[in-house]
């Protein structure tokens, strides 16, 4: 019996396939087609599998680029492992990540090149760090174009190191078959994408941003980058220039939004929906963003063991003002995601009624 196969690079594949002259991703200056970003992506992974061997961890320090997405396709293209890591930690944070994935090359963007390039002396096990931008980082893309290598569906695809609030940060292993299902899942309960969709990018790749480029490229949708810290002006101007956005934020961000000036005079009839999560949205701030956004927002719960598929608040019980505990349902993380079983304990782990 054949046994099941699974590479999140074929699905990639295959929309460039369908839509090659389509966009793929653009920061401001520059954009990829889906043709010319399945050729760079197939290019680094033949680089990659000439020295690399399947199931090899890549580490990816870098600020917000289409380098970034390019470097997840090329990785999952030869059999690799991701290990992304925020832009922000400190070199010795990422030191620690490097070396307790078991990361083999690291790559890393022209600003943080200087304060990570002693890392390929001083991690065990890691061969170099490459720089965006540099001769060693173009010459991945003169191997000949490499195909999507056979996968099982449990074999690692990106390693999402927790935060280390309550100690040094650990490591969860996603597998492709883990984050095709939060893909699928977020078809199901926020919404239909196709080409016409545009996600645009004001948070870290490394993290929640970067997990749901995924549902949006598989079906064809055009990635905006903006690069640099937080702004809104610049948020509420790319807003205005692409068709059908979807964008994620923080609650601290959204609640920036919803304040900033450039708020009042903000063209939003392009705006499609922002998911926001990964903190705690005060109700009076949200209901704040409601009278701005309208019904568009949707509120996600996840970890990064269950990457951003846990609960959720739907965009229609956002809008659901006349429901006799609305606040409440305001401040709740909204009900299971489909094809997920939540259940609610004590402190001795004891499962509480419902209710």
Request: hydrophobic content about 40%; overall charge neutral; glycine content about 8%.
């Amino acid at each position: 019996m054949r046994s099941l196969t699974m590479n999140l690079a074929s699905t990639f594949f295959e929309v460039a396939r369908r839509l090659p002259q389509r966009p793929a991703v653009s920061s401001e200056s520059v954009t990829l087609t889906f043709a010319a970003l399945a050729d760079r992506v197939a290019r680094i992974a033949g680089s990659f599998s000439a020295t690399l061997a399947p199931g090899d961890r890549v580490a990816v320090c870098m600020e917000n680029s289409p380098e970034v997405l390019e470097l997840y396709f090329a990785c999952w293209t030869a059999g690799l492992c991701l290990v992304p890591t925020n832009a922000k930690l400190h070199p010795k944070e990422v030191a620690y990540i490097a070396e307790s994935s078991g990361a083999k090359l690291l790559f890393t963007t022209p600003a943080l090149a200087e304060g990570l390039a002693p890392l390929e002396r001083e991690v065990a096990g890691l061969q170099g760090v490459i720089c965006t931008g540099t001769d060693r980082y173009q010459r991945l893309l003169g191997e000949s174009p490499a195909r999507p290598r056979s996968m099982k569906p449990s074999d690692p695809a990106w390693i999402f190191f927790t935060s280390g609030t309550t100690g040094r940060p650990k490591g969860a292993v996603l597998s492709h078959r883990n984050l095709m299902f939060m893909s699928h899942a977020y078809y199901a309960d926020i919404d239909s994408l196709d080409e016409t969709d545009t996600q645009l990018h004001i948070a870290p790749l490394s993290h929640g941003g970067g997990l749901y480029a995924l549902p949006h490229l598989f079906k064809g949708s055009h990635q905006v980058v903006l690069g640099g810290s937080f702004d809104p002006l610049r948020t509420y101007e790319a807003i205005a220039r692409h068709p059908n956005v979807t964008l994620f934020a923080a609650p601290t961000v959204l609640t920036r939004m919803v304040h900033s000036e450039a708020a009042g005079r903000a063209d939003l009839k392009n705006l499609k929906t922002i998911y926001y999560g990964g903190g705690p949205m005060y109700v009076a701030d949200l209901k704040k963003a409601l009278s701005l956004f309208g019904p568009r927002l949707f509120q996600l719960f996840g970890q990064g063991e269950s990457p951003m598929t846990i609960t959720g608040l739907s965009k229609r019980m956002h809008a659901a003002a006349d429901h006799p505990r609305y606040e409440e349902l305001l401040g709740s993380c909204g009900y299971a995601r489909t094809g997920v079983e939540v259940k609610v304990v004590d402190g001795d782990d004891r499962e509480v009624p419902f209710g």
